[in-house]
C-alpha cells in the first residue's frame, strides 16, 4: 500500500490492528504469560518449602493468569489467583494480609514486578510480537 495522504495513513495503520491484536493475544500473551510462571516459581515458591501447609502451585500456573486485549493494541496479563473473594497473588505480591502467621508473611515476593524486570531487560515480549506479525505476512525491519 502507497501511502501518500494522512488518509492513506490512517486506512494503513486501521489495516495493522487486527494483525497486531491477534500477535498480542496468541503470542505475546502466551510469552508473558511463560515468563510470569519463571518468575512465580523463582520469587515465590523457591524462597522457601512450607511445612505448616501444602502447596497447590496454582498460582504459577496458566489457569491462574488472565489476559485480555483492553483495546486493539493493548495486552493486560495479570495473576488473578484467589481462594474465595481473597486475591492471593496480591496478598503474596504484598506480603499483607496472610490469615496465619509464618516466616513470609510480611514479606512482599514481588513476581509481577519481576515478571515486568525480565521482559524490559530481555525484550521477549517484543520478540515475540514480531514473530507473530511475521508468521501473518507481516514484513519487518
Known amino acids: 500500500m502507497q501511502v501518500k495522504t494522512q488518509q492513506d495513513l490512517i486506512k494503513f495503520l486501521q489495516k495493522l490492528n487486527q494483525p497486531i491484536a491477534k500477535a498480542l493475544s496468541d503470542d505475546v500473551a502466551r510469552t508473558v504469560k511463560q515468563t510470569m510462571k519463571e518468575k512465580v516459581k523463582e520469587e515465590v515458591y523457591d524462597v522457601y518449602e512450607p511445612t505448616m501447609y501444602s502447596r497447590t502451585g496454582v498460582l504459577g500456573s496458566e ?19 484467589s481462594d474465595g473473594d481473597r486475591n492471593v497473588a ?3 505480591e504484598s506480603g499483607q494480609n496472610y490469615q ?9 515476593r514481588p513476581f509481577t514486578e519481576a515478571t515486568r524486570e525480565e521482559l ?15 508468521s501473518q505476512g507481516i514484513t519487518l525491519k
Open 90 to 92: 496480591e496478598v503474596v
Open 100 to 108: 496465619f502467621g509464618f516466616e513470609y508473611a510480611g514479606v512482599p
Open 63 to 81: 489457569e491462574s493468569m488472565k489476559s485480555e486485549l483492553i483495546n486493539e493494541t493493548t495486552l493486560v496479563v495479570e495473576n488473578v489467583r
Open 120 to 134: 524490559r531487560n530481555t525484550g521477549a515480549h517484543k520478540a515475540a510480537m514480531y514473530k507473530g506479525l511475521k
